[in-house]
């Protein structure tokens, strides 16, 4: 049996045949774009339960064939109409509050019907709920779900999304009100980040190859950035991004979560609680982030788009929230001390991309004076790409030194396999119970340490000082020299990434 069998036949097995999916907040644009696809493509692939039925649970008034449109709008799989018909079969719509008992038992009361009616038998009752909902309802659902929906009759399993929290505080709230109700067993904090194919190669790429494994550390590693740039801003969506900022909104998540796998001890096993340890205890060596270790940004007009305090929906005109921010973390333990772990993350850039960058030390005694340093970049979206920048004598009677790569992009190698989106990988890992790349409560009270006193002083205006950046920039003027301050090298006259491959003629 191949490994994709393998991995249907372990859903299966686990779910015993049959689950009961309930998409709360149904009528969202988060359900509707990202949840609904990548459970159809999981149903289209054959990885979801042959008897598995999906409702979709919201306060919207809609009629089942408003539903099924709006569910399967987004959905871009070439060739998949007849099983788009099939999925259309397995779904339903019913509504209801978020806050109301009455509502809730209504939901069991068609839950345990479906169930009755697909001839499920009583411990064999599986039923997962995910949460595509704002953070201000998360409490009250979780609440009338245990009281009222609660899978008595077999395996619960609980589904939230991000954010967790606004800082310390607010999160441990939230981590409590959902312990009275779901054991950490039962809940799923999903940072879709972790699901990413490269993400998911960081252990990989550290742990399967020696040599890689033994320069790892402090000795040999100069640097390292975390890169997320996004070509938009925050148009139509100032009121919301307003209350968290970019730091709320990726770095604290998503960007934290690819430190920890980047600077974490060797796990004893691949099981999920020995990962999640590891990245527990590393999390736990990285003090508050200083204002000092951050330059901060908002975005102003340029190009012809508007500045961020010209959004419509922004109720406060004089708003300090920053829309960059680049900040220096510091992993204290024998492995990385002194090695600054830099996350930059901004709306409104010049560019789309997420990478993580190691850069190593000078070579001790170089015999050849100028040449760049060694850089082993891993490209996460979009083009998800390996690759390592080295120095090698110029082809030709030149004895010029000059920086090339050992180039590993997944488009070109991997041809004749699909890449899923990390909501398809996510949900799977669900279904089979595997929380490796879901976010701990202990987890989350360690990172929400690290930025909380940061985020405070931001939120007061405690002497933060916020630099303007136009539309369509790198960021910030000072950004080069905030980050040539952490001792990084950028090297770029030895070094251009090749965006286009040259194949051998006819000729040849």
Same mark, same amino acid.
């Given at each position: 049996m191949n490994p994709i069998d393998q991995m249907r036949a372990q859903v299966c097995k686990e779910l015993n045949g049959a689950i009961t999916i309930v998409v709360l907040g149904a009528s969202g644009d988060l359900a509707k774009k990202k949840t609904y696809p990548a459970l159809f493509r999981l149903f289209h692939y054959g990885f979801l339960p042959e008897n598995t039925f999906i409702v979709g649970y919201a306060r919207s008034k809609m009629t089942h064939e408003e539903y099924l449109d709006r569910i399967t709008r987004f959905i871009k799989v070439k060739g998949a109409e007849e099983d788009i018909e099939k999925f259309k079969k397995i779904t339903s719509y019913h509504q209801g509050q978020y806050d109301d008992d009455k509502s809730f038992q209504s939901l069991n009361d068609y839950l345990k019907t479906l169930e009755k009616e697909r001839g499920i038998d009583v411990g064999k009752r599986n039923r997962m709920f995910y949460m595509a909902l704002p953070p201000s309802v998360f409490i009250p659902v979780a609440h009338g779900l245990k009281k009222n929906v609660y899978a008595k009759e077999g395996s619960t399993r609980v589904v939230v999304e991000k954010p967790f929290g606004m800082d310390s505080a607010s999160s441990k709230h939230l981590a409590q009100s959902l312990a009275q109700c779901f054991s950490e067993e039962e809940v799923y904090r999903i940072d879709h980040y972790l699901g990413k194919e490269m993400v998911k190669n960081l252990m990989v790429v550290r742990f399967a190859n020696i040599f890689f494994s033994q320069i790892w550390d402090r000795k040999y590693i100069d640097s390292v950035q975390i890169t997320f740039k996004e070509p938009f801003g925050s148009e139509g969506r100032g009121g919301y991004f307003d209350e968290?900022?970019?730091?709320?909104? #990726?770095? %604290?998540?998503?960007?934290? %979560?690819?430190?920890?796998? #980047? @600077?974490?001890?060797?796990?004893?096993?691949? =099981? @999920? =609680? @020995?990962?999640? !340890?590891?990245?527990?205890?590393?999390?736990?060596?990285?003090?508050?982030?200083?204002?000092? !270790?951050?330059?901060?940004? %908002? &975005?102003?007009?340029?190009?012809? /788009?508007?500045? &961020?305090? =010209?959004? =419509?929906?922004?109720?406060? /005109?004089?708003?300090?929230?920053?829309?960059? @921010?680049?900040?220096?973390?510091?992993? %204290?333990?024998?492995?990385?001390?002194?090695?600054p772990f830099i996350l930059k993350a901004g709306k409104a850039l010049n560019d789309a991309k997420v990478e993580i960058r190691i850069q190593f030390r000078n070579v001790a005694g170089n015999l050849y004076k100028g040449a760049a340093r060694n850089e082993l970049v891993l490209r996460v979206q979009p083009e998800e790409a390996v690759y390592i920048k080295f120095n090698n004598k110029e082809p030709g009677l030149s004895y010029h030194t000059i920086q090339t790569d050992l180039d590993l992009s997944y488009h070109s190698r991997y041809k004749d396999l699909e890449i899923p989106d990390a909501y398809d990988s996510l949900l799977l890992d669900v279904m089979r119970r595997d929380h490796s790349n879901f976010v701990r409560s202990d987890e989350l009270e360690a990172a929400w340490k690290i930025f909380t006193p940061l985020l405070h002083k931001i939120d007061g205006r405690e002497g933060v000082k916020i630099e303007n950046y136009a539309y369509g920039s790198r960021g910030p003027a000072q950004l080069d020299g905030f980050v040539k301050r952490y001792g990084y090298d950028k090297s770029e006259a030895h070094y251009a990434w090749p965006i286009q491959k040259v194949g051998p003629s006819k000729e040849q």
């Open positions: 968290f900022g970019i730091i709320r909104d #990726v770095i %604290q998540n998503h960007l934290l %979560q690819v430190l920890s796998l #980047v @600077a974490m001890e060797r796990p004893i096993s691949t =099981e @999920a =609680e @020995a990962i999640r !340890d590891e990245k527990v205890k590393v999390l736990k060596c990285i003090p508050p982030i200083e204002l000092s !270790d951050a330059l901060l940004g %908002q &975005y102003v007009a340029a190009n012809g /788009k508007p500045g &961020y305090l =010209e959004d =419509e929906t922004l109720k406060d /005109k004089n708003s300090l929230t920053p829309t960059f @921010a680049a900040l220096v973390c510091w992993v %204290q333990n024998e492995r990385w001390e002194g090695v």
